[in-house]
């Protein structure tokens, strides 16, 4: 069956949180003499292991935003001695969101991907995040107008991999799985999440991990522009 339908991640998919989130760490911890030697690599590869531990609870409506951000930088900087209190966690948090917030970038080829693909197919977004905080990182990427349709965990809820969201999507993008390629980042929740309902996906592999399965078609970036293209083509054959 033709492609007619495209699904983007948006984290780490279009919208470069590795990159901004490594930035804004660097940033927000030069304050402290007793991290000035610790690697940003170690910093970030844990932060990353708390968020993805904290951000379903999120989801669950366990725990509100704030109150994630304050557990997850109180824990993160535990072992350095630099917050005192509750109140010093979460003011140390805004504080990095700011940073955050500011140096907010897209994956590099992101907006001229979506322009090129707009003519000729529908475009989904689908995500695990809050709405509010995807609609306007997608207005800040400047590729509104370019989005069909956004499906968020917040709106279905329940995150990726669960087949519950890949069918909202499909059923919103008035799509079906076959005529369907959906590219993302993330291994389980992208590859497999979509597999399991008969989407084809496309890992995106930014930063040289191996393959669990060689069969997977793979992005390396979102450039160039003709190669992308290719792929997604493949993809969808």
Do not use: C
Not at 57 to 62: I, L, P, Q, S
Not at 74 to 80: H, M
Not at 90 to 103: G, K, Q, S
Not at 210 to 226: F, I, M, Q, R
């Amino acid at each position: 069956m033709p492609l007619t339908t495209l699904l983007f991640d948006l984290d780490d998919t279009l919208f470069d949180h590795a990159g901004t989130a490594r930035a804004a760490l660097r940033a927000s911890t030069a304050q402290f003499a007793s991290l000035a030697e610790v690697p940003l690599d170690d910093l970030y590869a844990r932060y990353s292991e708390l968020l993805e531990e904290i951000h379903p609870r999120v989801m669950a409506g366990e725990v509100n935003y704030l109150d994630a951000r304050r557990m997850r930088f109180k824990q993160l900087l535990a072992p350095y001695h630099v917050l005192k209190s509750e109140a010093e966690a979460a003011e140390f948090a805004a504080f990095h969101y700011d940073h955050y917030h500011r140096l907010r970038r897209p994956v590099a080829g992101a907006a001229a991907l979506l322009k090129a693909l707009k003519p000729r197919y529908r475009i989904g977004i689908i995500t695990n995040n809050r709405t509010a905080k995807q609609e306007e990182k997608i207005a800040f990427l400047g590729l509104t107008h370019l989005i069909d349709t956004l499906i968020t965990s917040e709106d279905v809820g329940v995150i990726k991999p669960d087949p519950r969201i890949f069918w909202a999507a499909l059923e919103k993008m008035h799509a079906l799985p076959e005529e369907t390629v959906l590219v993302g980042d993330n291994w389980t929740a992208d590859v497999l999440g979509a597999r399991a309902v008969g989407i084809r996906p496309v890992w995106l592999n930014r930063f040289g991990a191996a393959s669990p399965n060689p069969t997977v078609a793979v992005l390396t970036g979102l450039e160039p522009l003709p190669d992308v293209l290719r792929v997604l083509e493949s993809a969808a054959q």
